[in-house]
């Protein structure tokens, strides 16, 4: 198993930037690709980005494509989401999951494919 904790979330002006983080803990996180995921109130959750295990692969949904950058350090068991030119409309709470692979390049779109998912952390963009 591995459990992820999420931080990094807060208040921001639109136009601003966070940077949410993800650090893992358990079985070897380099075994696992991740993804971050967004749930906005009285909506449904969706997804945001996604990695490879390498970090060779990413992956964006289109209205976070040039604004957000996913990245991981597997030495430091976490991966990162730098979100840039915050919008109101991106006010949600972020989650990180994991998918345990065993192709380096496999990236995870849909929540289904993730086998763990942390509690979240709230970004509130103010407009």
């Known amino acids: 198993q591995v459990q992820l904790v999420e931080s990094g979330g807060g208040l921001v002006q639109a136009g601003g930037s966070l940077r949410l983080s993800c650090a893992a803990s358990?079985?070897?996180?380099?075994?696992?690709?991740m993804g971050w995921f967004r749930q906005a109130p009285g909506k449904e959750r969706k997804f945001v980005s996604a990695?490879?295990?390498?970090?060779?692969?990413?992956r964006y949904a289109d209205s976070m494509k040039g604004r957000f950058t996913i990245s991981r350090d597997n030495t430091k068991d976490t991966v990162y989401l730098q979100m840039n030119s915050l919008k109101p409309e991106d006010t949600a709470v972020y989650y990180c999951?994991?998918?345990?692979?065993?192709?380096?390049?496999?990236?995870?779109?849909?929540?289904?494919?993730?086998?763990?998912w942390g509690q979240g952390t709230q970004v509130t963009v103010s407009s």
């Open positions: 999951a994991a998918k345990q692979s065993l192709l380096q390049k496999v990236v995870a779109t849909t929540e289904p494919e993730y086998d763990y």
């Open positions: 990695i490879s295990r390498s970090g060779d692969s990413t």
């Open positions: 358990g079985r070897a996180f380099s075994l696992y690709a």
